[in-house]
């Protein structure tokens, strides 16, 4: 029975519309800018950030109240979409009648279908699970197949080893000379071709024995890997004792067949026996009885030692690396062409180092061990370049670079480098160079050569010498090891610094005064201006030197280097005559200094003008004092002595002209004016003095005075002074007016039409 549905009630009435007033004011729905609904809609909307977000720039209460007028107007929308559709609404629960039958109906077939599924997937997990246990099963046997083909293998190779090691002779001198009758032997070769056979086809028994211990070592390379994929397993184990009789019967058979190949240079054999030392990796005994069969007996005959290891001779290793090198071409060179053959594979070799090397070594350590010893420098260094030339002998043998970086890497290249203790020797060397030069220089005085020629292109004092000496000597081909290039060239800058500041320091002794407080400093306070000249004259010679050959001596030395370590070193020695140029102010300062002192002794006799002209009827003078012609006298003996002639060139003197000319006119000017100003001062006194005197004897006050004053005699005869000073000047090649002091001096003392123009 259905039920009967109530008839839906009219929907209500429309809104009324809008007053004529609402045509033109805001529509309902309109939102300020800042307000988008949309927002709402959005999946990732956060009410927190939104609302903090509009609050940066919102009131909340405006926030608010437009909140609820959009809820407001959702709530109108609502109802207008009801209103719109209302029957539908309305029948919706009409529809969902009898809903829980209709899911029964559906249920069934779900039920059924899912019991199928779980059937299906119960069958399918047990295929799976015996699928996996037949591959585990295959994998298993696959394993186990493996490792029985692998101990078949093993066993095969073992048999076949120990057999081929039965057709080796039994005793290795029946085979030692090369000649043995081989129908003696009937022992079948592994090809199963007899030995009478062989000897037939005039295959040499040596020969043909290498061939076949090469062969062996090649089973026995593989037995190797054959182990080595078959450890801790009970069958290997029970067959150690047969793999190792067998290695000990290779290596004793190989070594019998290798020295055999060397006592009569079989290249066919020695070949074939070095590719059965490298197939079984055992280079090393190859390297040790090339040594001792060969090497050992050569270098001994050279260099004779014993059990004592006391040298047969002296230290001198130059004539012992001749005789090697000669007997490395002879006994030597033809096992080495074959370790260097192409594409032989007996690169892994080195009987250069562990062979040749290891035994010169060991022949210098016992015959010679003072020949490593740096303490005695010569002898050390022609023996170390002795070395090093037999080693460049050495690498010649290489076939390749790689070959050379090999040896160069060797234990043994390695350790006999390490005998020559370079370090001691630099330090040796040190305390020999710059100990002499440090004696030259902490003498009390100023040392001239002896015999010394006016010569500008020598050096003058011994100092100097000893450091032009120690500079060379750091580059001397007797001195210098090249890998301590950049230790000697230190050295050579901490010389060119050492006598720098040697230099430096007793100039600002001298300048000071102080001779007790600057040990070391007293040759400069004794010296003379004209010692100093040769100081001056070494230092320039010095700086050109350094500049110039010496630092073509050194890039000469360091051709080999690259550029940027050429332009370092350029560098630095520059920098290294430029600090020695740098003192040559300094010593022209000091021979200014005491050059002035004497010409300030003359300047000292300005006082007695104030004595001759003060309070005296003295007419103006008319010609200028005899002090003045002593004032440059001091400059001008200093320039026209025999070492200034001989020594200084025309710069300094220009230089030293200058600059004395400047100091002495500048104390000149500073005695002058100080003369003048107190003669003013004096006058000025005088002069109210009197006129009190007049007012109080009631005479009157424009009494005229003299024509000419005290102070203006006293200027007068300063003016004719530095007349005839500028005069002295003009000689000696100085512009007095070129000097500031000077023109001050004329300003203080010419007479006022005499002021602007400077002329004597």
Not at 504 to 515: D, E, H, I, P
Not at 524 to 540: E, F
Not at 674 to 701: F, H, P
């Amino acid at each position: 029975m259905v039920e009967s549905v109530p008839s839906p009630s009219p929907p209500p009435p429309a809104p009324a519309p809008r007053s004529a007033a609402d045509l033109f004011s805001d529509p309902q729905d309109s939102h300020p800018l800042w307000f988008k609904p949309s927002a709402f809609l959005s999946g990732d909307f956060d009410s927190e950030s939104y609302i903090s977000e509009l609050r940066t720039f919102v009131p909340f209460d405006t926030l608010r109240s437009e909140l609820r007028s959009h809820l407001s107007s959702l709530n109108h929308e609502l109802i207008d979409l009801i209103n719109r559709d209302y029957n539908d609404f309305v029948n919706l629960s009409t529809k969902l009648v009898d809903v829980d039958a209709a899911i029964v109906r559906m249920r069934a077939p779900l039920l059924e279908l899912r019991d199928k599924i779980e059937g299906f997937r119960g069958s399918v997990e047990g295929s799976l699970v015996a699928l996996r246990n037949g591959l585990r099963q295959r994998s298993e046997a696959a394993s186990a197949r493996e490792v029985l083909e692998l101990l078949l293998d093993t066993f095969h190779v073992v048999s076949k080893v120990e057999k081929l090691i039965k057709e080796l002779p039994s005793v290795p001198a029946d085979w030692s000379n090369g000649d043995v009758n081989p129908a003696e032997n009937g022992s079948p070769l592994s090809n199963g071709v007899s030995l009478s056979h062989a000897a037939e086809n005039g295959t040499n028994l040596r020969e043909t024995q290498s061939m076949l211990l090469e062969r062996i070592a090649s089973e026995m390379n593989r037995l190797k890997f054959y182990i080595a994929h078959a450890q801790d397993l009970p069958f290997v184990e029970n067959m150690e004792k047969r793999i190792q009789n067998a290695s000990r019967l290779l290596d004793a058979s190989l070594a019998h067949c290798f020295v055999d190949g060397l006592e009569h240079q079989d290249a066919n054999a020695i070949y074939n026996c070095l590719r059965a030392y490298a197939a079984i990796d055992n280079t090393t005994s190859a390297e040790e009885i090339f040594r001792t069969t060969v090497v050992a007996p050569v270098i001994q005959k050279i260099i004779p030692y014993g059990q004592s290891g006391v040298a047969a001779s002296g230290d001198a290793l130059e004539s012992d690396y001749q005789s090697i090198k000669q007997s490395i071409r002879e006994d030597c060179k033809f096992l080495l062409d074959i370790a260097s053959t192409e594409n032989s594979g007996l690169h892994v070799f080195d009987f250069l180092a562990n062979s040749i090397l290891k035994e010169v070594l060991v022949a210098i350590q016992k015959a010679k061990p003072g020949a490593f010893s740096p303490g005695r420098p010569t002898e050390f260094l022609k023996n170390y370049n002795s070395s090093l030339d037999f080693l460049a002998h050495l690498e010649g043998y290489c076939p390749s670079r790689s070959a050379v970086a090999k040896f160069r890497g060797e234990a043994v290249y390695l350790e006999f480098m390490k005998q020559w203790n370079i370090g001691v020797y630099f330090s040796l060397r040190l305390q020999e160079i710059a100990g002499a030069l440090d004696s030259a220089l902490t003498t009390t005085s100023l040392v001239p050569l002896q015999n010394l020629s006016p010569d500008k292109e020598s050096l003058t004092l011994k100092q100097s010498v000893t450091l032009l000496d120690s500079l060379k000597s750091c580059w001397r081909d007797d001195v210098l090891i090249l890998s301590c290039s950049d230790k000697f060239l230190r050295l050579s800058l901490q010389l060119i610094s050492r006598y720098s500041n040697w230099l430096s320091s007793g100039l600002a002794a001298r300048k000071m005064g102080a001779t007790g407080s600057h040990p070391g400093c007293e040759w400069a306070i004794a010296a003379s201006h004209d010692d100093l000249i040769y100081v001056i004259h070494d230092v320039r010679f010095l700086a050109r030197e350094v500049c110039g050959d010496y630092l073509g001596l050194v890039l000469q030395h360091l051709s080999s280097c690259s550029a940027e370590v050429h332009d370092s070193v350029k560098d630095s020695v520059l920098q290294g005559g430029k600090s020695l140029n740098d003192i040559v102010p300094s010593i022209i300062n000091a021979i200014v200094e005491a050059l002035v002192e004497k010409s300030v002794e003359d300047l000292r006799q300005l006082k007695g003008i104030t004595a001759t002209y003060r309070m005296t009827n003295k007419p103006l003078p008319v010609r200028h004092s005899p002090y003045v012609a002593g004032v440059l006298r001091p400059l001008k003996t200093f320039l026209e002595g025999e070492r200034a002639n001989a020594y200084l060139t025309t710069d300094v003197r220009k230089a030293l002209l200058l600059s004395a000319a400047t100091e002495v006119t500048g104390r000149y000017n500073e005695l002058a004016s100080d003369l003048v100003n107190v003669a003013r001062k004096t006058e000025s006194s005088l002069q109210r003095i009197r006129q009190g005197a007049q007012r109080r004897a009631g005479a009157s006050s424009d009494v005229s005075e003299q024509n000419v004053s005290d102070t203006d005699k006293i200027c007068m005869q300063l003016f004719l002074d530095i007349q005839e000073y500028g005069r002295n000047l003009s000689v000696l090649g100085v512009e007095a007016a070129d000097i500031p002091a000077y023109r001050s001096l004329w300003q203080c003392v010419a007479p006022p039409d005499r002021q602007n123009v400077i002329s004597f």
